[in-house]
């Protein structure tokens, strides 16, 4: 079976994004390069060359959340929109709440974490880096 892993872009905050998010789920992030490090970055500019080419934390259940920088020398550009949630589906309905109001913090809640038509706690919010995501806990079947 394929494992998908969100792979995700920063305008040259990954890092911070991903100590937050380590807050959150806790772990120890698994890979951390910056454009300093490698090869072809003669025409990076200082503040590029801090950015994260790379940076890899793990989430649970083999899922690995992974990010780096955009390089706007490159000709890259970060989007901000809602073309793409990350949904997690929590273990219970307190660690539902714990996901939903530590990654939350600072952010905007577009659904507040709430019991669902559809027997499950839910909640949507844009996170304080523009990331969106949904948290669901799926009641046990009776």
């Given at each position: 079976?394929?494992?998908?892993?969100?792979?995700?872009?920063f305008?040259?905050?990954?890092?911070?994004?991903?100590?937050f998010?380590?807050?959150?789920?806790?772990g120890?992030?698994?890979?951390?390069?910056?454009?300093?490090?490698?090869?072809?970055n003669?025409?990076?500019?200082?503040q590029?060359?801090?950015?994260?080419?790379?940076?890899?934390?793990?989430?649970?259940?083999?899922?690995?959340?992974?990010?780096?920088?955009?390089?706007p020398?490159?000709?890259?550009?970060?989007?901000?929109?809602?073309?793409?949630?990350?949904?997690?589906?929590?273990?219970?309905?307190?660690?539902?709440?714990?996901?939903?109001?530590?990654?939350?913090?600072?952010?905007?809640?577009?659904?507040?974490?709430?019991?669902t038509f559809?027997?499950?706690?839910?909640?949507?919010f844009?996170d304080?880096?523009?990331?969106?995501?949904?948290?669901?806990?799926?009641y046990?079947?009776?």
């Open positions: 079976m394929a494992t998908i892993n969100p792979y995700l872009n305008n040259g905050n990954a890092a911070e994004a991903f100590e998010y380590k807050s959150v789920f806790g120890e992030l698994a890979g951390a390069q910056q454009y300093k490090d490698a090869p072809g003669e025409n990076m500019t200082p590029e060359l801090q950015g994260m080419m790379h940076i890899a934390l793990p989430i649970g259940n083999g899922s690995i959340l992974m990010a780096s920088d955009i390089v020398s490159m000709g890259h550009r970060k989007a901000e929109g809602n073309n793409c949630y990350l949904s997690i589906e929590a273990d219970s309905k307190e660690h539902a709440a714990q996901l939903f109001n530590g990654l939350s913090a600072g952010g905007v809640v577009q659904m507040p974490l709430e019991d559809w027997n499950a706690y839910f909640g949507m844009v304080k880096f523009g990331i969106c995501w949904m948290v669901n806990y799926t046990p079947q009776q």
